[in-house]
């Protein structure tokens, strides 16, 4: 059985995303849509607004044949370590081919871009560290790298997709077998439109704002998603005081271990949190050009999780495939490959025997706080059959 492989957050699941599923399968020509999916925190540093079961749910009653987690250790990052853990968990289940969407305006020969970083990396280093300019970010150092050294990337305005597009195909090129990529225009909305139109599909952005302000979505989503919303909702505002209690019991040098942590960031932060009377109010405290709002958002993550720097680290050397989900033709597709894996299939947890699942429990227990209505997340689950 031939695997497509897409990598998504699903926060939440809408009818853009129906799209993507279909569209994967279509032009991979797959018989399997193999979904990596973050857990109950996201890319952007923030926690996805409903969990993760009923965003398996969703997806695998909506085109999705297998839905497998992406764990805390990698879908709490920047685009590049985020797209190397996706990549990672695609090639260890066998998928073939990667469908994602890209917000560029023309074609753009994602294939090629990533045989070029992967044969260049030692010239990209050389000229990372020859930027000597400690006010850009480094998603900023990395775009003026591959400006000069490849001219053809564009990456002029904010194109969060194509970043991400960019991030997938350096890092699948530099397996031994790399998977076909077939990049998909965004339609509808992009990534940022704040506003709901009349068409049908809209951005996540845009549902999540018109969520909080009572207005209904229910052009734009699935009635899965509808039913999860009413279940719970998980904001980074209902998680705030939590994370005020971490800073405001926690001294500056405990501050200095957490992972990320540097440049007196922790000052700052505890400077702040006195005076905020909200996250939002929090983080425009803490804000500096320097770093980008998502940067601080996954740095608070990391306080509120207290994720050390060395358990980080430790949390990528191990591979496991977490099952959250599958219908028929996931659960054949697993069967298929079973003899061949090399990473350990997790269906269920009793109690956590390694790093990556003992940050994944911390981080589940610690979401729950953010609505008192969301269950159990890892303890004793097992995947979700359709």
């Known amino acids: 059985m031939k695997a497509c492989g897409i990598i998504v957050e699903y926060?939440?699941?809408?009818?853009?995303?129906?799209?993507?599923?279909?569209?994967?399968?279509?032009?991979?020509?797959a018989e399997v849509v193999v979904a990596c999916m973050s857990g109950n925190f996201l890319q952007r540093g923030e926690p996805a607004i409903t969990d993760k079961w009923l965003r398996s749910q969703a997806a695998l009653a909506n085109g999705v044949d297998l839905?497998?987690?992406?764990?805390?250790?990698?879908?709490?990052?920047?685009?590049?370590?985020?797209?190397?853990?996706?990549?990672?968990?695609?090639?260890?289940i066998g998928c073939q081919a990667l469908c994602f969407g890209t917000d560029h305006q023309d074609d753009f020969d994602?294939?090629?871009?990533?045989?070029?970083?992967?044969?260049?990396?030692?010239a990209i280093d050389i000229a990372y560290r020859a930027?000597?300019?400690?006010?850009?970010?480094?998603?900023?150092?990395?775009?003026?790298?591959?400006?000069?050294?490849?001219?053809?990337?564009?990456?002029?305005?904010?194109?969060?997709?194509?970043?991400?597009?960019?991030a997938y195909a350096k890092e699948n090129a530099s397996y031994p077998h790399p998977m076909t990529l077939y990049p998909l225009p965004r339609v509808g909305a992009g990534y940022h439109d704040h506003k709901l139109s009349d068409q049908p599909i809209a951005s996540a952005t845009g549902i999540r704002e018109a969520i909080a302000k009572h207005q209904t979505v229910s052009n734009f989503v699935p009635d899965q998603t509808l039913q999860s919303l009413q279940e719970q909702q998980v904001t980074w505002e209902k998680l705030w005081q939590f994370l005020r209690y971490r800073l405001l019991s926690t001294t500056a040098a405990e501050l200095r271990q957490i992972y990320q942590m540097s440049d007196g960031l922790e000052q700052r932060m505890l400077g702040a949190v006195t005076q905020a009377t909200s996250f939002s109010d929090f983080l425009q405290a803490v804000k500096s050009k320097r770093y980008t709002w998502t940067r601080l958002q996954r740095l608070c993550c990391y306080v509120l999780l207290n994720i050390q720097d060395q358990e980080m680290r430790q949390a990528w050397q191990?591979?496991?495939?977490?099952?959250?989900?599958?219908?028929a033709t996931g659960q054949a597709f697993l069967r298929?490959?079973?003899?061949?894996?090399?990473?350990?299939?997790?269906?269920?947890?009793g109690k956590p025997t390694t790093i990556q699942q003992e940050l994944m429990v911390r981080g589940d227990q610690i979401y729950r706080l953010g609505d008192e209505r969301v269950p159990e997340q890892t303890i004793g689950r097992i995947p979700i059959r359709i």
């Open 67 to 92: 839905v497998i987690e992406l764990p805390l250790c990698w879908s709490l990052q920047a685009a590049d370590y985020f797209a190397k853990g996706g990549i990672k968990i695609l090639q260890a």
């Open 131 to 166: 930027l000597n300019d400690e006010k850009l970010s480094y998603p900023q150092k990395m775009n003026q790298v591959f400006t000069r050294l490849y001219p053809e990337m564009q990456l002029s305005g904010a194109m969060p997709n194509h970043i991400l597009g960019l």
């Open 11 to 29: 926060n939440p699941f809408h009818n853009g995303h129906l799209y993507h599923a279909q569209k994967a399968r279509e032009l991979s020509g």
């Open 318 to 327: 191990e591979e496991q495939l977490r099952i959250l989900g599958f219908n």
């Open 110 to 122: 994602y294939q090629a871009f990533g045989r070029f970083a992967h044969e260049k990396r030692q």
């Open 336 to 349: 298929q490959q079973k003899k061949q894996l090399t990473a350990e299939v997790v269906s269920r947890i």
